[in-house]
């Protein structure tokens, strides 16, 4: 089994910046994609950002240059940097990855976070 835990939410004014991070724990083997997600209130979840092992990273049309996605494959943290953040941009994040937990075989699972809230808001 492969646990994800997040950190970083907070309450932060517009125009302001947090970082997210989601460090993963088990039964890890390699880790595929990692990523971040977000579900404001009475919306679906949708993507915020991903990054592939080895490949560069994708964005939300909505957060393209204001969000850097990064990875530590060493450590299998993922981390999310918020820069001029939006009232918008409030909503529960949650980081997702696909794991691979053993090398006996290439079946992989995803694997998600209980998310972390971020409110912006003067």
């Known amino acids: 089994q492969v646990q994800l835990v997040e950190s970083g939410g907070d309450l932060v004014q517009p125009g302001g910046s947090l970082r997210l991070s989601c460090a993963a724990s088990g039964r890890i083997f390699s880790i595929n994609t990692m990523g971040w997600y977000r579900q404001a209130p009475g919306k679906q979840r949708e993507l915020v950002a991903d990054i592939p092992n080895g490949g560069s990273a994708n964005y939300a049309d909505s957060v393209k240059g204001r969000f850097t996605i990064s990875r530590d494959n060493a450590k299998n943290t993922v981390s999310l940097q918020m820069n001029s953040l939006k009232p918008e941009d409030t909503a529960i994040y949650y980081c997702?990855?696909?794991?691979?937990?053993?090398?006996?075989?290439?079946?992989?699972?995803?694997?998600w976070g209980q998310g972390t809230q971020v409110t912006v808001s003067s």
């Open positions: 997702k990855m696909v794991v691979r937990s053993t090398g006996y075989s290439s079946r992989s699972s995803d694997y």
